[in-house]
């Protein structure tokens, strides 16, 4: 297996007395997509939470690209290409899609926020801007107001702004919340097509999104990592199984 891009090294959070992560350790691969899916309450915000640096952890370790990311505050894990998107959004409503997109771009490249560029600045921002508009299927709609997007759109651009900073490990928490049907199809699509392009850490209670994407799935229950492996050993897995029972919400039966 190639080294991995993230590793997680016997993490541990509690909030009062419940352990919501509890000894986990899990490595993510350069390239691939690897779904963090658990029962309600299971602790995979938390997770993600832990991996971004929203949350201290109590004990363990984390390590991004060979180096221990664990005591870095969450902007300089966001400097050494760690993104996270959805749940937290920064979309400035009166702002385009286009100029949104931009600021992300900027403040990728690690300048300040200014009204005022010189022109050639201008135009590398924004065709920067513009390709991670393009590969989330908004290029037609860059001057629209990101105000004035549907749902779905607002969506795809959360995950432009993600993409504009040019992450080596994307994080995205439950992208497909919210959307309708036509919505989460078009979604998914977006997504597949980034496949194998970004290394990608993904939460999501749509288990049809999840086979549909994941290359391979860790299951959470109660803080603890019961099964990591491919899609198909994770569907198989009476463990995983069992951890879903009486779950009506995402039962893995019912995904085609
Ligand atoms: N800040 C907090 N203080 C105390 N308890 C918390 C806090 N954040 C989360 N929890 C608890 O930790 C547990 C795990 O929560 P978390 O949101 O990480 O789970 P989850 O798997 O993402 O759940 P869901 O699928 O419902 O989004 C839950 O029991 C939750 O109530």
Known sequence: MAEALL??????????????????????????????????????????????????????????????????????????????????????????????????????????????????TEQRLNQAAMAALEAVGLGARAQVPAGAMSHGEKRQLELAIALATEPRLLLLDEPLAGAGPEETERLIGILRSLRGRYTIVLVEHDMQAVFALADRISVLVYGRVIATGATEEIRANPEVKAAYLGEDEMTLDHVP
């Open 7 to 120: 590793s997680l090294r016997n993490l541990r959070k509690r909030f009062g007395g419940l352990a919501v992560t509890d000894d986990v350790s899990l490595d993510v691969t350069p390239g691939e997509i690897h779904a963090i899916i658990g029962p309600n309450g299971a602790g995979k915000t938390t997770l993600i939470n832990e991996i971004s640096g929203v949350l201290p952890v109590d004990a363990g370790q984390v390590f991004f690209a060979g180096r221990d990311i664990t005591a870095l505050p969450l902007h300089r894990r966001a400097r050494l290409g760690l993104a996270r998107s959805f749940q937290i959004t920064s979309v400035i409503p009166a702002f385009t899609a286009l100029e949104n997109t931009a600021l992300a771009v900027q403040a990728g490249a690690g300048s300040s926020f200014r009204f005022f560029r010189p022109a050639s």
